[in-house]
């Protein structure tokens, strides 16, 4: 059981990066689906969330507009697709699956499994 994140690197202001994240040994679509991230000196936050209960997906409001998330399920991966990035934006990006709450919880020790993480920078 692995969830295996990458695509993260060193965009300019303003500009755009797609993070993907695939899972082998059970079936994303069976889990919450979510995207974290965590900067230095703070506390990993949670970013973006397709329900599995519902298909609905949830956002941060510092990225609303400007990140969209999406899965594909035959390839079993998730996607993050990262719009106008901001100087706040650099963080280790993180995906998660939550077998249990639907997006309904941002905790993360609500979320079972864990990629392993993909640095963002932005910078010019």
């Known amino acids: 059981v692995q969830l295996q994140a990458s695509g993260g690197g060193l965009v300019q202001p303003g500009g755009s990066l797609k993070l993907s994240c695939t899972a082998s040994?059970?079936?994303?679509?069976?889990?919450?689906n979510a995207w974290f991230r965590q900067a230095p000196g703070k506390e990993r936050e949670s970013v973006s969330c397709?329900?599995?209960?519902?298909?609905?997906?949830y956002y941060a409001d510092s990225v609303k507009g400007r990140f969209s998330m999406s899965r594909d399920n035959a390839k079993n991966t998730m996607y993050l697709q990262m719009s106008n990035l901001k100087p706040e934006d650099p963080a280790v990006y993180y995906c998660?699956?939550?077998?249990?709450?639907?997006?309904?919880?941002?905790?993360?020790?609500?979320?079972?499994?864990w990629g392993q993480g993909t640095l963002v920078t932005v910078s010019s």
């Open positions: 998660a699956t939550d077998p249990l709450f639907a997006c309904d919880s941002d905790l993360d020790q609500d979320y079972d499994h």
């Open positions: 040994g059970f079936i994303l679509p069976h889990f919450a």
């Open positions: 397709i329900s599995n209960k519902d298909g609905r997906t």
